[in-house]
C-alpha cells in the first residue's frame, strides 16, 4: 500500500490483511481490512494501539523505522478487542519502559488477555484528563460500549485530531479505492449497531470539539466533509432510516418464495420505488442486515419449515433483533403447503421490535404464487406507501 499521510507529527503504522476471509468470524471481507495503529513523536513518544496478530511483524517493523532508534514513552490502549490489542504483551517485553495509557475498565480486560504484571506501569486516565507528550496533548474522552465497555478515545488539542477507536471505521484495507459509505454502513450496523444509545453520547461529546481529522482503527483516515461521516453516524446511530426505499429480504426451499419476493420487487419498482433484495441461503447475510437498517420499508418473506421458519430467515431477524432495528413498516409474505405458520412467527420477531409497524395484508401462499396472491401484493405495496 501507498503511504499514508497524516502529519509531520503523527504517524501511520497500521498494516492491511488481505488474507482475512471473515471479519470477526461471521463478516465477509472481500478487500481486506486495514488494522490502524498510530504514533505520536514528540517530547514524549506515545503509540496509539497495536494490530491484530495477524501483522505483527510487519507492524513493528513500521514501528521501529518511525522510532529511528528512540524508545516510546506510552501505549495508549484505546479498545481491548483482540484485532488492536494483540501486541500489548510484546510491547510490554521489547520496551521494559513504556507506560500503559488506560481507563479502569481496562484493568480487568488486560489481566484476562496477557499474563503480565502491570502494576508500577500504567497511568489510569478518565473524562477529560489529558496527556502532555510536548506540543501535543491527549485529551481523553470516555466511550463506554462504543462497543465494548472499556473504549475510550482520543482528541489531540494541537492537530484536532480525534482517535476514535471502532467508531467511523470502515470494511476493506486501504489500498482499495472504494466509496465510503457502503462498507462504513455494513461495519457499523453489524459491528456497533446494537449500541446507538452510546454512539450517540460520543457524539454530543464530539460535538464540542474542533476536530480537523478523524483517525479510526479501521479504514480511512478522514481529513475532508466530516460533517458527512458525522452525519451518517448520527443517523445510524438514532435509527432513523437513511434513505426511502424498501429492503424485501427472503428465504426460499424449492424456489417458489423466491419467485413471490421478485414479484413483489417488480410490483414496488413499476411504482418507481427503490427496491433492495436479498436471497438469504445465497446473499451476503451483512448486507442484508445493513439494507434494512439503510431503507426505512423491509419486506421479508419465507416458506414454514418444519413447523417453524426457515433457518436463514430466522438467523436474519435474529440479526435484526439484537441490532436494536427499529422504526420501520414491515410486511409479510409467508408460504405453506400444508399448514403455513411463517408468518405468524415472522410477527413474534417483530412484535420485539421497537416502533415497528406490520402492514396488512400479509400475503399467504400455499406452495406457488397464483393470481390472488398477486392482488394482495398490490395491496400490500398499496399500504406500505400509505
Not at 501483522?55 to 532508534?69: A, C, H, M, P, R
Amino acid at each position: 500500500m501507498s503511504k499514508v499521510e497524516i502529519s509531520d507529527s503523527i504517524r501511520y503504522i497500521g498494516c492491511d490483511d488481505h488474507t482475512i476471509d471473515l471479519f470477526e468470524s461471521q463478516y465477509k471481507v472481500p478487500n481486506g481490512v486495514s488494522y490502524n495503529s498510530y504514533l505520536i513523536i514528540d517530547d514524549k513518544i506515545a503509540i496509539m494501539d497495536t494490530v491484530d496478530s495477524r501483522v505483527t511483524k510487519e507492524w513493528i517493523d513500521k514501528l521501529e523505522s518511525e522510532l529511528s532508534g528512540r524508545k516510546p514513552d506510552y501505549l495508549v490502549i484505546s479498545h481491548m478487542e483482540p484485532d488492536h490489542s494483540s501486541n500489548i504483551g510484546l510491547l510490554g517485553e521489547r520496551y521494559p519502559e513504556l507506560k500503559f495509557v488506560v481507563n479502569t475498565k481496562t484493568f480487568p480486560m488486560l489481566k484476562q488477555f496477557f499474563d503480565m504484571d502491570i502494576s508500577n506501569r500504567t497511568i489510569e486516565v478518565k473524562e477529560g484528563d489529558t496527556l502532555a507528550l510536548g506540543k501535543h496533548t491527549l485529551q481523553f474522552i470516555m466511550a463506554p460500549m462504543v462497543h465494548w465497555p472499556e473504549v475510550m478515545m482520543e482528541y489531540e488539542i494541537t492537530e484536532k485530531v480525534l482517535f476514535s477507536a471502532d467508531g467511523f471505521g470502515k470494511f476493506g484495507a486501504l489500498d482499495i479505492n472504494e466509496e465510503w459509505d457502503s462498507e462504513a454502513r455494513r461495519y457499523y450496523i453489524n459491528i456497533v449497531g446494537k449500541y446507538g444509545a452510546s454512539v450517540q453520547a460520543i457524539l454530543k461529546k464530539a460535538a464540542n470539539l474542533d476536530i480537523q481529522m478523524i483517525c479510526p482503527l479501521h479504514g480511512p483516515i478522514l481529513k475532508e466533509n466530516l460533517a458527512h461521516y458525522i452525519e451518517k453516524y448520527d443517523i445510524w446511530s438514532s435509527y432513523r432510516p437513511e434513505d426511502k426505499g424498501v429492503t424485501i429480504a427472503f428465504a426460499s426451499i424449492h424456489g417458489n418464495t423466491g419467485i413471490a419476493a421478485k414479484k413483489m420487487a417488480e410490483i414496488l419498482k413499476a411504482r418507481g420505488e427503490t427496491v433492495s433484495i436479498f436471497d438469504l441461503s445465497r446473499d451476503d447475510m451483512s448486507e442484508a442486515v445493513a439494507d434494512a437498517f439503510r431503507y426505512d420499508k423491509l419486506i421479508i418473506a419465507s416458506p414454514t419449515y418444519d413447523a417453524a421458519l426457515f433457518p436463514v430467515m430466522e438467523d436474519f431477524l435474529y440479526h435484526l433483533k439484537i441490532k436494536n432495528y427499529q422504526n420501520r413498516k414491515i410486511g409479510i409474505i409467508e408460504n405453506g403447503t400444508w399448514s403455513p405458520v411463517a408468518g405468524k412467527l415472522m410477527k413474534m420477531y417483530i412484535e420485539q421490535l421497537k416502533n415497528c409497524e406490520i402492514i396488512e395484508p400479509m400475503v399467504t401462499i400455499k406452495s406457488t404464487m397464483n393470481q390472488n396472491n398477486i392482488e394482495t401484493m398490490e395491496k400490500l405495496a398499496d399500504a406500505m406507501f400509505v
